[in-house]
Antibody, heavy 124, light 110 residues
Framework: QVTLKESGPALVKPTETLTLTCTVS??????????VSWIRQPPGKALEWLAH???????SYNTSLKSRLTISKDTSKSQVVLTMTNMDPVDTATYYC????????????????WGQGILVTVSS | QSVLTQPPSASGTPGQRVTISCSGS????????IYWYQQFPGTAPKLLIY???VRPSGVPDRFSGSKSGTSASLAISGLRSEDEAVYYC???????????FGGGTKLTVL
């Protein structure tokens, strides 16, 4: 069973850079069936996909946020890191990391495991 | 404004059958599999249906999914109080080169 846990700051100031870490257990990030996406959800609003990284290190980004996002992984630490620059109050949301058993660009948004989420508030 | 369109709310009484629609376009639903997620307040979403109509292990067969053209539906039969949740549809969008979600449908069991 794959489990994921998000960690990072609960509060960031406007213009700062957010760095979130997803720690994965139960399956190696180098496994052929291992992809990780970040998805966020503003309070009371819908889900929004942010970025994805697959076991091959292939990456994809939400086109509207691409200039602000970077996703990377450290297989030895079983961690996937998302950075988002120039944070704004509209970026206040719960950020989830999720596991996909295939590259979502091929198989679609199949997320069979989710972290508990981390609420990030952007405020001065 | 979500790329996929869902009704904001739906309701039914225990035992009834309800359907939740998800409308898209030829660049998303028309070309790709649809997925459905169920979310209870304060918790992470859970995969409910994948590849249009497949239920993961553990999901009751009261839940079923279908797709036709650029629209999809989630049906819940034998409605139960514990089905009260928000349901999201999602699929890959060719034009945006990424997944897109519906705005979510809050299901109320009367």
């Amino acid at each position: 069973q794959v489990t994921l846990k998000e960690s990072g700051p609960a509060l960031v100031k406007p213009t700062e850079t957010l760095t979130l870490t997803c720690t994965v257990s139960g399956l190696s990030l180098s496994s052929a069936r291992m992809g990780v996406s970040w998805i966020r959800q503003p309070p009371g609003k819908a889900l929004e996909w942010l970025a994805h990284i697959f076991s091959t290190d292939e990456k994809s980004y939400n086109t509207s946020l691409k200039s602000r996002l970077t996703i990377s992984k450290d297989t030895s630490k079983s961690q996937v890191v998302l950075t988002m620059t120039n944070m704004d109050p509209v970026d206040t949301a719960t950020y989830y990391c999720t596991r996909s058993p295939a590259n979502i660009a091929v198989a679609g948004p199949h997320y069979d495991s989710w972290g508990q989420g981390i609420l990030v508030t952007v405020s001065s | 404004q979500s790329v996929l369109t869902q009704p904001p709310s739906a309701s039914g009484t225990p035992g009834q059958r309800v359907t939740i629609s998800c409308s898209g376009s030829s660049s998303n639903i028309g070309k790709n599999y649809i997925y459905w997620y169920q979310q209870f307040p304060g918790t992470a979403p859970k995969l409910l249906i994948y590849r249009n109509s497949v239920r993961p292990s553990g999901v009751p067969d009261r839940f079923s999914g279908s797709k036709s053209g650029t629209s999809a539906s989630l049906a819940i039969s034998g409605l139960r109080s514990e089905d009260e949740a928000v349901y999201y549809c999602t699929t890959w969008d060719e034009s945006l080169s990424g997944p897109v979600f519906g705005g979510g449908t809050k299901l109320t069991v009367l």
